[in-house]
Every structure is written in structure tokens, then in C-alpha cells.
Nanobody, 124 residues
Framework: QVQLIESGGGVVQAGGSLRLSCAASGLTFSTYAMGWFRQAPGKEREFVARISWRLGFAPVYADSVKGRFTISTNSAKNAVWLQMNNLRREDTAVYYC????????????????WGQGTQVTVSS
């Protein structure tokens, strides 16, 4: 049984930082791309960042978070982290860890497994 368990969400003031964690179990980590999506109230779920063995661990970011967020992984721990710095109010959302088969584009349609989500709230 595949499980993606997120942690690390919370409430932070604008300009602050949070670190999200995603612990994966039950899947062969090297055959998946791992990453994060987020969904704000009333909006569609959107891509945030991803990382993949197939691409030599080169991370890819949404333009809205580039330079502020950093995705990282350690295959030995089957975990993925998202370091979020200089947070803005518009970063407020539920953040979801996701896994897609590494041969497919990292889109919501191709996600094979979702985490349960963790709330990030940025206050002014």
C-alpha cells in the first residue's frame, strides 16, 4: 500500500519560512517523480515543484515560487522536502505531496498517488 504522509504546515507571517516534509512508503522511489501541488480556496490545484531521478535530480519550479522555494530529496529516506522562504499571502493553500510515474509529465492528471494535504497559512 502506497502512502504519502505530509507534515510541516502551519501559520506563518509574511516573509517567514516553513519546511514541508513528505514521507513515502510502498512505492519504488526511483521510478517516480515526486513533488508538490497546492490548492487555494476557490482555485484549481496548481503545480509548485518537482524532482526526479530521471532528470538527474534537477528540480523544476513554478514561476511563482522560483527563487523562494527549494525542493530536495534523499532516496535513502524515501522523503521529499519543500523549503519555503519569504512566504507571501498568496502562498496560502493546502499543499499536497504527489508522485507520478517518471515517464509522464508532472501534472494533476498523471499523479498516481496523493498525500492527504497540509495547510499553509501566511498572514500579513
Amino acid at each position: 500500500q502506497v502512502q504519502l504522509i505530509e507534515s510541516g504546515g502551519g501559520v506563518v507571517q509574511a516573509g517567514g519560512s516553513l519546511r514541508l516534509s513528505c514521507a513515502a512508503s510502498g512505492l519504488t522511489f526511483s521510478t517516480y517523480a515526486m513533488g508538490w501541488f497546492r490548492q487555494a480556496p476557490g482555485k484549481e490545484r496548481e503545480f509548485v515543484a518537482r524532482i526526479s531521478w530521471r532528470l538527474g535530480f534537477a528540480p523544476v519550479y513554478a514561476d511563482s515560487v522560483k527563487g523562494r522555494f527549494t525542493i530536495s530529496t534523499n532516496s535513502a529516506k524515501n522523503a521529499v522536502w519543500l523549503q519555503m522562504n519569504n512566504l507571501r499571502r498568496e502562498d496560502t493553500a493546502v499543499y499536497y505531496c504527489a508522485a507520478t510515474p517518471r515517464t509522464l509529465p508532472f501534472t494533476t492528471e498523471n499523479v498516481g498517488y496523493w498525500g492527504q494535504g497540509t495547510q499553509v497559512t501566511v498572514s500579513s
